[in-house]
């Protein structure tokens, strides 16, 4: 299936697209999305996805595979398959950007095939979805753009030239310091389907239950009648 979103960031084109060629600054953004690992243009990480009480983790890769600097427009390729081999997806993503001034427009056409659990929301929902997904990351990257800059290093003193002084006694050896490890990534919280699908099923819903309520009334009525 095709789905086309919309995007907007409050920032100049140029930051939005070098942030958007930055794995390591865009994962954070995406809900339930966790970096793992950085080699050129790929990258590997995992999504965590909550369906009600069921719990999916994708893992997968991506890489960019076409960045037009001059056109603004970068194509991305994804694949990712359930930990429990219940699912797949596949994804390529074209983002095109536009600059206005200091914000950025921008459109996020997504080629998607799903298989599992997830597919059986159907393109409408997913598309809403999607939407939804695509607003709370713009969020996320113009707060991490529009952020303060960072504090310029200080200016060491000069240094004064020092009186004579006696010379002291050699300070024993220090201990060898241990490096610290490596920093793991930080797991991002699961992107829960059903918060964010609420509005679409409450469309789809919602009409069901006025039929069933209407038929139920019709029901009571003719009961009612027959009883009179």
């Known amino acids: 299936m095709q789905l086309e979103h919309h995007m ?17 600054k865009v994962a954070p953004c995406m809900p339930g999305a966790t970096l ?20 999916l983790l994708y893992k997968g890769t991506g890489k960019f595979v076409e960045t037009d600097e001059q056109a603004r427009r970068a194509v991305m390729e ?60 713009t969020a996320c990257l113009a707060d991490k753009l529009g952020g303060p800059p960072a504090a310029p290093a200080p200016v060491p003193a000069p240094e004064a030239a020092a009186a004579p002084e006696a010379v002291a006694p050699a300070a024993p050896a220090a201990a060898p310091v241990t490096p610290a490890p490596a920093a793991q990534p930080t797991e991002a919280a699961p992107l829960d389907l059903m918060q964010y699908a609420r509005g679409s099923v409450l469309k789809r819903v919602g009409p069901a239950v006025a039929v069933g309520a209407l038929l139920a009334l019709i029901v009571y009525l003719v009961l009612r009648r027959r009883q009179g």
Do not use: C, H, Y
């Open 78 to 137: 994804a694949a990712a398959k359930d930990s429990r081999g219940n699912g797949t997806v596949n994804a390529t993503f074209t983002i095109t950007l536009t600059g206005d001034g200091d914000r950025t427009e921008g459109t996020v056409v997504t080629d998607l095939s799903i298989t599992g659990k997830p597919a059986q929301f159907g393109r409408g929902m997913i598309s809403d979805v999607g939407g939804k997904i695509i607003e709370q990351f």
């Open 36 to 55: 793992t690992g950085v080699d050129g243009n790929t990258f590997t990480g995992t999504v965590k996805i909550k369906m009600g009480p069921v719990q």
């Open 8 to 24: 907007s960031v409050p920032a100049p084109v140029d930051e939005v697209w070098t942030a958007l060629l930055d794995p390591e």
